[in-house]
């Protein structure tokens, strides 16, 4: 149990488009979902968290106007990256939990912006 | 803000050696969490430690959180190619769900 999927697992797009990122709980329901970061041979950074039904919270440095997070159910989380830079470029992953219990990891989605 | 900081950054063995991965955090850890990723893949849940003192193992792999609870370390017994990976801890929050991650450690064994 406690699968986490995520869709696309890669995209590519050109500068100043938008890309969306689903962030899917398969077998359970996640009270909770997590946004991080990931640029190349460093390590995760929590983006934002969010709660079904609520705003998102964002860590500092993170512009929520940019990286638009939406919680609409508590099965499905989207990321929405608008008008993408190539600085934008990265790997980006989403876990889950329940109720503060231990968070489950998406297989990650690679964003590349030409 | 709590940081974690892991050692060594990268490691090479030979395929049957021991090795330790070390995870140092700023702040007292209510939650020490270990994972491993694959490149460009998610996270595989290793472990998690919470009390001081505590060690638990899995297969070849076990961790450790120092008294204290400031420190963890991870040893890997009899290391084989598909231990291969990066390892990161993550440290829990006393009052939120947030997980904080260490600057990770890149593994690689050889035959």
């Known amino acids: 149990g406690a699968v986490v999927s995520q869709h696309p697992s890669w995209v590519i797009c050109k500068s100043g488009t938008s890309v969306k990122i689903e962030c899917r709980s398969l077998d359970f329901q996640a009270t909770t979902m997590f946004w991080y970061r990931q640029f190349p041979k460093q390590s995760l950074m929590l983006m934002a968290t969010?709660?079904?039904?609520?705003?998102?919270?964002?860590e500092q440095g993170v512009e929520k106007d940019k990286f638009l997070i939406n919680h609409a159910s508590l099965t499905l989380s989207t990321l929405t990256v608008t008008s993408a830079h190539p600085e934008d470029s990265s790997f980006y992953i989403c876990?889950?939990?329940?109720?503060?219990?231990?968070?489950?990891f998406g297989p990650g989605t690679r964003l590349t912006v030409l | 803000s709590q940081e974690l900081e892991q050692s060594p950054q990268s490691l090479i063995v030979q395929e049957g050696k021991n090795l330790t991965i070390n995870c140092t955090s700023s702040?007292?850890?209510?939650?020490l969490y270990w994972y491993k990723q694959k490149y460009g893949e998610g996270l595989i849940f290793l472990m998690m430690?919470?009390?001081?003192?505590e060690e638990k193992s899995h297969e070849k792999i076990t961790a450790k959180l120092d008294e204290k609870k400031q420190q963890s370390s991870l040893h890997i017994t009899a290391s084989q190619p598909s231990h291969a990976g990066i390892y990161l801890c993550g440290a829990g929050s006393y009052n939120t769900d947030k997980l904080i991650f260490g600057t990770g450690t890149r593994l690689q064994v050889f035959p």
């Open positions: 702040k007292t850890l209510y939650g």
């Open positions: 969010s709660n079904e039904g609520s705003k998102a919270t964002y």
């Open positions: 876990s889950a939990s329940l109720a503060g219990d231990e968070q489950f």
């Open positions: 430690l919470q009390k001081g003192g």
